[in-house]
């Protein structure tokens, strides 16, 4: 229902930074968060925003380095990527849902983007 596109992903040292963003169709009382998947692992919650964007969940390997925001006004939500560590690298996912109840489950989630890599080296 919801169309999701992410962009902003590139190539970075690590120590860079990046921004994402996820342009959506909708977000009006819609939680968002982001994904990521490297390949051969499984996919992993990095942070999600609910739909007054004042409660935010980050998962540990990125709490402190990332940061999850969202404009309402432009359907847009943002990934802010920084100190990234090759670890770091992975295809990552803009997830959205209905209500407001932040999580890091993939399952919660019923719209998906296609993905943008982020590749960060040493």
């Known amino acids: 229902q919801v169309q999701l596109v992410e962009s902003g992903g590139g190539s970075v040292q690590a120590g860079g930074s990046l921004r994402l963003s996820c342009a959506a169709s909708e977000s009006t009382l819609r939680t968002f968060a982001w994904f990521r998947q490297a390949p051969g692992q499984g996919r992993e919650g990095v942070a999600s925003?609910?739909?007054?964007?004042?409660?935010?969940f980050y998962a540990d390997s990125v709490k402190g380095r990332f940061t999850i925001s969202r404009n309402n006004a432009k359907n847009t939500i943002y990934l802010e990527m920084n100190d990234l560590k090759p670890e770091d690298t992975a295809m990552y996912y803009c997830?959205?849902?209905?209500?407001?109840?932040?999580?890091?489950?993939?399952?919660?989630?019923?719209?998906w983007g296609q993905g943008t890599q982020v590749t960060v080296s040493s």
């Open positions: 997830a959205s849902k209905p209500g407001a109840r932040v999580t890091l489950n993939g399952a919660d989630y019923n719209s």
């Open positions: 925003i609910n739909p007054g964007g004042l409660t935010t």
